[in-house]
């Protein structure tokens, strides 16, 4: 049971990034896939989730407009596309899997390793 997240890195206020997760190990297409960051020295906080099938997304109001979740069940894979970068939004992004559309991190069962996000220029 694996979920590995990447294409983080650094980037101008105002541009865009795109992070992937790939699954393997479960049954990606049952789950409910979210995004979650964590600031330096802040805690961990919701940014976005994808259901299963219909593919219902939510997203923190600090990020929505900006940010797009997306889900291809053929690869495994979940997207965030990031747009209008700010510098509050460096972070680390973790990818996180779980059987119901929430904001709560205790109803994630399955976790990525993160990948860094720098905005500044």
Do not use: H
Request: hydrophobic residues 35%; charged residues 15%.
């Amino acid at each position: 049971v694996q979920l590995q997240a990447s294409g983080g890195g650094l980037v101008q206020p105002g541009g865009s990034l795109r992070l992937s997760c790939a699954a393997s190990g479960f049954s990606f297409r049952r789950y409910t896939m979210n995004w979650v960051r964590q600031a330096p020295g802040k805690e961990r906080k919701f940014v976005a989730t994808i259901s299963p099938s219909r593919g219902d997304t939510f997203f923190a109001t600090s990020v929505k407009g900006r940010f797009t979740i997306s889900r291809d069940n053929a690869k495994n894979t979940v997207y965030l596309q990031m747009n209008s970068l700010k510098p509050e939004d460096t972070a680390v992004y973790y990818c996180a899997a779980g059987p119901i559309i929430s904001a709560l991190e205790s109803d994630y069962d399955v976790w990525g390793q993160g990948t860094l996000v720098t905005v500044s220029s």
